[in-house]
């Protein structure tokens, strides 16, 4: 995102098909008035983390721990961890934040979290979760851990429970934002 918009501040309409954050990030205004040329569709994963362990929280009324699977390097993930250790000190549970940035990392993040006793886990959504999300199953299953996940795709993968926006929508409505005006040339619409 920052690439585009260093490349064109005004020209060339940047649309997002499944930020994170943009608000929160500086990419846009805000949600309802983007302003400049980039628009586009958001997950509101740091609204969305909240709920995710608020959800646990229900479905686990005796978690006290819990460990979190994180991509500390994403710029998403930490108004997202800032949301989570709020969440989690207003429900009474610590947080471990555990980094992963490869499927290599995963195996010891699973046998730190046995070692420090967590409840369960909430795995950020990140691409790698997404596509780790058979190996993520069976570690969850090996350890004993209930986990929640963003997309859906975990859950149906092995996973326990997910909570998050539909991105084959999101992608689906992010197309909405172009279209061809009378001349043939591209404009595009704003978010709202």
């Known amino acids: ?7 064109t501040r005004t020209t060339v309409p940047i649309v997002f098909a499944g930020h994170a954050d943009p608000e929160g990030l500086g990419h846009v205004a805000s949600l309802a008035r983007p302003g400049g040329n980039v628009t ?4 509101l994963l740091t609204e969305i983390v909240a709920k995710q362990l608020e959800i646990m929280k229900q479905a686990l009324p005796q978690m006290k721990r ?25 429900l009474g549970i610590q947080v471990l934040t555990l980094p ?11 046998a730190m979290m046995v070692r420090e006793r967590v409840n ?3 795995a950020l959504a990140t691409p790698l979760i997404r596509t780790q999300r058979a190996l993520l199953g069976t570690l969850s299953l090996k350890h004993r851990l209930a986990g929640m996940f963003g997309p859906k795709d975990n859950v149906e993968a092995g996973g326990l429970m997910s909570y998050f926006a539909d991105l084959n929508d999101l992608h689906r409505r992010a197309a909405t934002y172009y279209r061809q005006d009378s001349q043939g040339g591209q404009t595009s619409r704003s978010a709202g």
Do not use: K, N
């Open 1 to 7: 995102m920052d690439a585009a918009r260093q490349a």
């Open 40 to 43: 586009g569709l958001s997950v």
């Open 66 to 90: 819990i460990g979190v699977l994180a991509t500390v390097t994403a710029p998403s993930h930490r108004p997202a961890l800032h949301t989570v250790e709020v969440t989690a000190q207003r």
């Open 100 to 110: 992963v940035r490869t499927p290599e990392d995963l195996d010891g993040a699973f």
């Open 120 to 122: 369960g886990f909430l």
